[in-house]
T-cell receptor, first 114, second 111 residues
Framework: EPEVTQTPSHQVTQMGQEVILRCVPISNHLYFYWYRQILGQKVEFLVS????????KSEIFDDQFSVERPDGSNFTLKIRSTKLEDSAMYFCASSSLAGYNEQFFGPGTRLTVL | QQQVKQSPQSLIVQKGGISIINCAYENTAFDYFPWYQQFPGKGPALLIA?????SEKKEGRFTISFNKSAKQFSLHIMDSQPGDSATYFC??????????FGTGTSLTVIP
């Protein structure tokens, strides 16, 4: 069964450093998403991406964040200068259609900012 | 601003019992209400979803009840099994794009 994969599973970084989280969505999917989940809290939407453009983003997704689909298979989330409060589980998701369709989630990358 | 409120935070049910998780929402523009199941170390996975044009949707042992006037919806798990032990998230969306999640319910089903 096709699945979304994410690497690395755990990333530890120093405050102020840049991190890139990587995701490989399901191959025929066209819509891509990033969410985060701070430990013990709810899952929060960050951004959606379609046709090489951001289609929607939340207030969390400020100028420190960027997304890219560099090579047609990977989908990346970059955090330019990490803060302590960026420590969270980051989930990538993808879907084959826009709108009210199932988003398939990856297993997540746990980001720890020291 | 908490768009979707979920309760209880944790739930312990005997095997064979009924598990009930409740959610309430604020935004009347929401028109898609999915429930996600998350096992430790895994991402959330869609369990069942409902649109507001129906009051109930059933898939196997899982049922969503939806009350549009009260702005509430709930997940019922009938004949709960130990394998159902997981964290359950309700969510809501008005675009099908950005999902607003509840805070999650940790369900433990005791054999």
């Amino acid at each position: 069964e096709p699945e979304v994969t994410q690497t690395p599973s755990h990333q530890v970084t120093q405050m102020g450093q840049e991190v890139i989280l990587r995701c490989v969505p399901i191959s025929n999917h066209l819509y891509f998403y990033w969410y985060r989940q701070i430990l013990g809290q709810k899952v929060e939407f960050l951004v959606s991406f379609y046709n090489n453009e951001i289609s929607e983003k939340s207030e969390i997704f400020d100028d420190q964040f960027s997304v890219e689909r560099p090579d047609g298979s990977n989908f990346t989330l970059k955090i330019r200068s990490t803060k302590l409060e960026d420590s969270a589980m980051y989930f990538c998701a993808s879907s084959s259609l826009a709108g009210y369709n199932e988003q398939f989630f990856g297993p997540g990358t746990r980001l720890t900012v020291l | 601003q908490q768009q979707v409120k979920q309760s209880p935070q944790s739930l312990i049910v005997q095997k064979g019992g009924i598990s009930i998780i409740n959610c309430a929402y604020e935004n009347t523009a929401f028109d898609y209400f999915p429930w996600y199941q998350q096992f430790p170390g895994k991402g959330p996975a869609l369990l069942i979803a409902i649109r507001p044009d129906v009051s109930e949707k059933k898939e196997g042992r899982f049922t969503i009840s939806f009350n549009k006037s009260a702005k509430q919806f709930s997940l019922h798990i009938m004949d709960s099994q130990p394998g159902d032990s997981a964290t359950y998230f309700c969510a809501a969306s008005d675009t099908g794009n950005q999902f607003y999640f509840g805070t999650g319910t940790s369900l433990t089903v005791i054999p």
